[in-house]
Nanobody, 127 residues
Framework: QVQLVESGGGLVQAGGSLRLSCAASGSIFSINAMGWYRQAPGKQRELVAAITSGGSTNYADSVKGRFTISRDNAKNTVYLQMNSLKPEDTAVYYC?????????????????????WGQGTQVTVSS
């Protein structure tokens, strides 16, 4: 099994900063892309930022210039530094990872990709 454990959410005033962390653990052979999504009440879950194993990044237009995603491959951990927070950033933030797990059968060993989610961490930005 694989677990993603998030931390770092909380309550902050507009203009403030928070740093989210997400650590993956368990039966992991490799991790491809990792990312952060968020879901506000009454809205669909949306991509906030993503990063490949090679360090290429992608951001939602609404957070460009304010949020920075990074990862520590040795620790299987992804981070989201959030600066200049706005009330509209209020949401539950979820970590996501594409994890390769090795399976050995009588015909050999293969690596299968699985999609995992964290439990979510609340970020609330007050005006």
């Amino acid at each position: 099994q694989v677990q993603l454990v998030e931390s770092g959410g909380g309550l902050v005033q507009a203009g403030g900063s928070l740093r989210l962390s997400c650590a993956a653990s368990g039966s992991i052979f490799s991790i491809n892309a990792m990312g952060w999504y968020r879901q506000a009440p009454g809205k669909q879950r949306e991509l906030v930022a993503a990063i490949t194993s090679g360090g290429s990044t992608n951001y939602a237009d609404s957070v460009k210039g304010r949020f920075t995603i990074s990862r520590d491959n040795a620790k299987n951990t992804v981070y989201l530094q959030m600066n200049s927070l706005k009330p509209e950033d209020t949401a539950v933030y979820y970590c996501n990872a594409d994890v390769g797990r090795r399976h050995t059968t009588g015909w050999g060993t293969t690596v299968v990709l699985y999609d995992y989610w964290g439990q979510g961490t609340q970020v609330t930005v007050s005006s």
